[in-house]
């Protein structure tokens, strides 16, 4: 209980997908899908992070070490880059259409 | 109790938490709120894992420049509308279901391999002084991951002049046909 491994960040990690991923299905304002993301994205490199750790297991050349790390710094960068970008979407879906309801955004819906 | 399980069972709580507070409020202000809380606390759990410069990444990238730019969103957007938007009922169930168990996947999965698990070498492990990690990441990111560091700056590049360009002031279009319906 009171020795932390890699269990315990899996579980923040798994916590924090889910809630990203609800958060992208439940949410109607796009902001709010776009937050989903960003937790998804954060609860992935948690994971990195503890795979990369040396510190929580047995064998810390077992562990990913600097590569994970190097992951979860491109996973920032791109979360960085996928936030400007779905930003400006958004921004142009609520200059032309005046919301930012995702459910209204059904123009080519078949 | 040793302080490093303190402050991580401190850290995993909040980033938890607010995580969960991010899902279940309705007012999208709260949300960017609690989604920095959770975000900065992450960052705490990146420097107990002995990440020091992607904790401190965490901090200035994420929290100092992807959060504020998702608040200039909310702001820019904010009318009395879409501050707060409910879900149906039906919508929550649904995916309530989905996301249960993706979570008990998720959570069997941690506990299943056993080198993952706590250890008491690991906790003398925890115990050793930090060694700064900067450095020998930098050498990492120009030699094995040159390419791939190459790659993720011209794409970051690439989406900045993209986001301008979809960004940018247009002429204000009267509402269409298709939304009036």
């Known amino acids: ?110 | 109790m040793n302080w490093h399980a303190l402050f991580f069972y401190l850290y995993a709580f909040m980033a938890c938490g607010f995580a969960l507070a991010v899902l279940f409020t309705a007012n999208v202000v709260r949300m960017a709120l609690y989604l920095i809380l959770s975000l900065g606390a992450t960052s705490g759990l990146f420097y107990l894992a002995g990440a020091d410069f992607v904790g401190a990444m965490q901090l200035m990238i994420y929290v100092g420049g992807t959060l504020v730019l998702l608040i200039f969103g909310v702001m820019l957007t904010a009318q009395a509308s879409f501050i707060s938007m409910k879900t149906d009922r039906g919508d929550w169930v649904k995916s309530g279901l989905v996301g249960g168990a993706l979570l008990v996947v998720l959570l069997s999965a941690a506990f299943k391999i056993p080198q993952w698990l706590p250890s008491s070498a690991a906790a003398e492990l925890a115990q050793q002084p930090l060694t700064p990690t900067s450095s020998p990441l930098g050498v990492k990111l120009l030699s094995t991951y040159l390419l791939p560091f190459e790659i993720v700056s011209v794409h970051l590049l690439v989406v900045l002049v993209g986001a301008a360009y979809l960004a940018r002031t247009k002429k204000r279009k009267t509402p269409s046909k298709a939304d009036q319906s």
């Open chain 1, 1 to 110: 209980m009171f020795t932390i491994g890699v269990a315990h960040y899996l579980v923040v990690g798994a916590v924090m997908f889910v809630s990203g991923v609800l958060c992208m299905a439940t949410k109607r304002n796009a902001l709010g899908v776009l937050m989903g993301i960003e937790l998804v994205l954060n609860g992935a490199n948690v994971n990195f992070v503890a795979f990369g750790s040396r510190y929580l297991q047995e064998n810390p050349n077992l562990s990913l070490y600097l590569d994970g790390q190097a992951i979860a710094l491109f996973v920032i960068v791109l979360a960085a880059a996928e936030a400007a970008v779905a930003l400006a979407i958004t921004l142009n879906f609520y200059n032309n259409h005046a919301t930012v309801d995702v459910d209204r955004a059904d123009e080519l819906k078949g």
